[in-house]
């Protein structure tokens, strides 16, 4: 199951946004059907999500508010609860990829800036540039609106005054394979005009990304703080854990989001041991897409 963002999706942007994540399923599903691990199903899931510049991460990740790009992405093996993540990249071209390589390479989980380029460079990891041309348009108009104040506006009053600032096209997998693992994995570019330095769930192995054999796997997209705050992905793991299908595990989230976090914008998927998926969101969208062996 993959997600390309759950946000307001302008009407004209919902085809090309489809169609990557279709595309996506099949990268993904065409792993497992050769066998492939889980882990390397989301991976490539989401690295062809990344390599699209119709999504916000990796190439055409949106820009912070002194346009800067800062691009953030988590993995989590369910086999061995095992986790990699990276933020703050500036250039890295798939940083699901890196984030990988630290889960597996290194004996921490989190890396972010100046050092996990380094270890890029030292995986021989290739860089590109992410800005398009559409994401500086989209950051011009949307910061000639801004009101003109030093003070940092709430996040309610900043969605309610700027939707658009929040229609951002996270990207996310999350896969079980015939040995019965599960993996998942998230990418984001994270919001336009975002503060620099500002973390969101992506990134968070609990927040954004959540995989363990014993429960399933979930991956996040919407205003990251809520999913922060409720750890959502981990709160819907725990909800199959306790026996519900991945169906009923994310409307539960998202109603739980709806009652603690007044209905801020959020969207989930997931897929629970015994291969029943899930998808819920309060967003008016979710672009998203499953593929099964049927
Ligand atoms: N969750 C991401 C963030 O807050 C954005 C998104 O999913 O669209 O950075």
Known sequence: VVHGGAGAWQQERIGVGVEGVREAAKVGFEVLKRNGSALDAVEAAVMQMEDNEVFNAGLGSVLTIDKRIEMEASIMDGKNINAGAVGLLRDIKNPIHLARLIMENTDHVFIVGYGAEKLADLFGLERRNPLTKSRV???????????????????????????????????????????????????????????????????????????????????????GEVAIKLVLAKTTCESMRNGNPAQKAVEKSIRLANLKMNGLSMGLIAVDMSGRIGAAHNSPNLCWAYMTPD
């Open 137 to 223: 348009q989209a950051w011009r108009e949307e910061k000639e609106k801004l009101p003109k104040t030093d003070r940092l506006s709430k996040l309610h009053k900043l969605i309610a005054s700027y939707p658009r600032i929040f229609e951002s096209e996270t990207v996310g997998a999350v896969a079980l394979d015939k040995s019965s693992n599960v993996a998942a994995a998230t990418s984001t570019g994270g919001f336009t005009l975002k503060f620099p330095g500002r973390i969101g769930d992506s990134p968070l192995i609990g927040a954004g990304t959540y995989a363990d054999n014993e429960c399933g796997a979930c991956s996040a997209t919407g205003i």
